[in-house]
């Protein structure tokens, strides 16, 4: 099941129920803390966005939905495979007995990456220190790119999640010139953070009387940020300069979106964020 329209009151969540319902959809409602949601099933999204803007367009002098207009995806559990993923990366690294070598050859090192290893910026994120590095990004990933796949769905969501990580590296790379490294994926970890800091900030100032409240989330992304992104041989800046990139990134996202795209939509951007880690390790591994 996937929600359709939040922030609804309940007049409106019964109405659009009964439209949907006369298009042969079933929908479930929900009632939560902001106000009524509509649910339907996964397959049926696109179809009932369709059905409910028809709907809207049709009967324009009635007022439908307050506060927020941005409407998430709605459950998913694909912060969970990114987790396997870099278990799975990490454990092939140390298998190999060539550690070592692999941040050498792979890590993101400022040098290499200005003399034109842009590759290194995302083949990076999949190379860890040691177990604890590991541990703490699998479980960043595991909250925070769930909750980012929530809101935009499971490829747009890992799209600006990839994207922030790799934008942060680049970032860090211009700004130290030289003699620098890092790895890990808690440069995409804070990615996520900053996209969750947005959204949640525009959330809050389109709502009335909620503008000073708006600026929580940022408060709370930093403070995590300096909780987390600061221990020892952590490297706050590319944490800094990967939340900053997520912000970006999660504010484009509503001002461009006011739904999570369908199924189409995150196919593709699932089949870009494949693509873009495809090429990266081909030119890695490339002379």
Same mark, same amino acid.
């Given at each position: 099941m996937v929600v359709i329209l939040m922030g609804l009151d309940k007049d409106q969540a019964e109405t659009f129920s009964i439209v949907l319902a006369s298009a042969g959809i079933d929908c479930h409602l929900r009632s939560e803390e902001q106000g009524w949601e509509l649910w339907t099933e996964a397959l049926k999204h696109e179809e009932a966005l369709t059905v409910i803007d028809r709907y809207i367009a049709e009967n324009r002098d009635k007022p439908i939905v307050r506060g927020s207009a941005i409407v998430e995806y709605g459950r998913t559990f694909s912060g969970l495979w990114g987790a396997l993923i870099l278990l799975a990366c990490q454990l092939a690294v140390w298998h190999s007995g060539m @550690?070592?070598?692999?941040?050498?050859?792979?890590?993101?090192s400022a040098e290499k990456i200005l003399q034109g290893d842009w590759y290194r910026s995302a083949t990076a994120l999949l190379l860890h220190a040691d177990v604890l590095h590991l541990a703490g990004n699998i479980l960043g990933i595991a909250l925070f790119a769930t909750a980012v796949c929530s809101v935009a769905g499971w490829g747009v969501g890992w799209l600006m999640?990839?994207?922030?990580?790799?934008?942060?590296?680049?970032?860090?790379?211009?700004?130290?010139?030289?003699?620098?490294?890092?790895?890990?994926?808690?440069?995409?970890?804070?990615?996520?953070?900053?996209?969750?800091?947005?959204?949640?900030?525009?959330?809050?100032?389109?709502?009335?009387?909620?503008?000073?409240?708006?600026?929580?989330?940022?408060? @709370?992304?930093?403070? =995590?940020?300096?909780?987390? @992104?600061?221990?020892?041989?952590?490297?706050?800046?590319?944490?800094?300069?990967?939340?900053?990139?997520?912000?970006?990134?999660g504010a484009a996202y509503c001002s461009f979106f006011k739904r999570a795209p369908g199924r189409?939509?995150?196919?593709?951007?699932? =089949?870009?964020?494949?693509?873009?880690?495809?090429?990266?390790?081909?030119?890695?591994?490339?002379p």
């Open positions: @550690g070592d070598a692999y941040v050498a050859a792979y890590g993101a999640i990839l994207l922030s990580g790799i934008a942060g590296n680049l970032a860090n790379a211009l700004f130290f010139q030289s003699a620098h490294w890092s790895i890990g994926a808690s440069t995409a970890v804070f990615g996520a953070v900053g996209i969750l800091s947005a959204v949640q900030f525009v959330r809050k100032i389109r709502e009335a009387g909620q503008r000073l409240k708006a600026f929580l989330p940022f408060g @709370g992304g930093l403070a =995590l940020l300096g909780l987390l @992104g600061s221990a020892r041989h952590a490297d706050l800046t590319a944490h800094l300069f990967g939340f900053s990139a997520g912000i970006l990134l189409r939509g995150q196919t593709a951007a699932l =089949l870009l964020v494949a693509g873009v880690m495809t090429a990266a390790w081909l030119r890695a591994f490339g």
